[in-house]
Nanobody, 123 residues
Framework: QVQLVESGGGLVQAGGSLRLSCAAS????????MGWFRQAPGKEREFVAA????????YYADSVKGRFTISRDNRKNTAYLQMNSLKPEDTAVYYC????????????????WGQGTQVTVSS
């Protein structure tokens, strides 16, 4: 049973920063790419960022490129999402996910999901 637990969400003013963490257990963490997605009220879940199993390759949505940084520490079985210069439109529930097969940008490529952590950015 794979478990992913996100933490680090909260309320922040526009222009501020947050760092999300995703702790993994139940399978070899360093064998899978990891992704971050987000879902705002009334909207579909959307891709935010992904990182290869080794951490050598990263991928970002255009909307967060230059502001967010994805990383991972395979010794700690943890992935991170550093979010800087936050905007009100970044408000959403953020989910981490373990990649299984297919495009990093698609929710269908991920087989394991965390419960989500709320990020709220006030203007």
């Amino acid at each position: 049973q794979v478990q992913l637990v996100e933490s680090g969400g909260g309320l922040v003013q526009a222009g501020g920063s947050l760092r999300l963490s995703c702790a993994a257990s139940g399978r070899p963490f360093n064998s899978a790419a990891m992704g971050w997605f987000r879902q705002a009220p009334g909207k579909e879940r959307e891709f935010v960022a992904a990182i290869s199993w080794s951490g050598g390759s990263t991928y970002y949505a255009d909307s967060v490129k230059g502001r967010f940084t994805i990383s991972r520490d395979n010794r700690k079985n943890t992935a991170y999402l550093q979010m800087n210069s936050l905007k009100p439109e970044d408000t959403a529930v953020y989910y981490c996910a373990g990649h299984f097969m297919g495009s990093y940008y698609s929710t269908e490529a991920y087989g394991w999901w965390g419960q989500g952590t709320q990020v709220t950015v006030s203007s």
